[in-house]
């Protein structure tokens, strides 16, 4: 019986290349997904929808200091500074906004539906812009 050892051939070398470098590789996604686990914020749960919330925030960030709000409905009369921070704070596309300010006293009451609003409004040069958002997204 010999007890000579048996030399390794290249392709036992490279075996073991892949194999080291596999483990390397492992470990690295092993800590990458401990990592991450730990960072992920916990899930707050969700509020539930108060109709008319967000009109309420939107009226306090403006600092509207008797905001006309009944149920889920705003209703803003002749400031176009607190009309343009309102619409500014629920994220009116700017389309809708391009409508607002093409509207001439001769329009009439003007309605446009949009992600979930209804905004109506009309224009009087005296009196200026007259609008009511409803929040329909409940």
């Known amino acids: 019986m010999s007890t000579a050892k048996k030399e390794d051939t ?3 070398k490279l075996f073991m290349k892949w194999v080291k470098i596999g483990g390397i590789v492992l470990a690295a996604l092993v800590a990458l997904t ?3 686990t730990i ?11 108060k109709p008319g919330g967000i009109l309420r925030a939107a009226a306090a960030a403006c600092d509207i200091t008797n ?4 149920g ?3 209703t803003l009369d002749g400031d176009i500074n607190e009309t343009a921070c ?3 704070k629920i994220g009116t596309s700017q ?6 300010e093409m509207t001439r006293a001769i329009d009439g009451v003007q309605t446009v539906s949009e ?3 209804r905004y109506q409004w009309t224009y009087h040069p005296k009196r200026g812009l007259d609008m009511s958002i409803l929040d329909n997204r409940g």
């Open 34 to 36: 401990v990592y991450a």
């Open 10 to 12: 290249p392709g036992d």
């Open 72 to 74: 889920a409905i705003i």
């Open 115 to 117: 992600n979930g609003f």
């Open 67 to 70: 905001p006309d709000i009944t």
């Open 39 to 49: 960072m992920t914020p916990e899930k707050k749960e969700s509020e539930p929808y």
């Open 86 to 88: 309102v619409l500014q």
């Open 95 to 100: 389309t809708v906004i391009d409508q607002i």
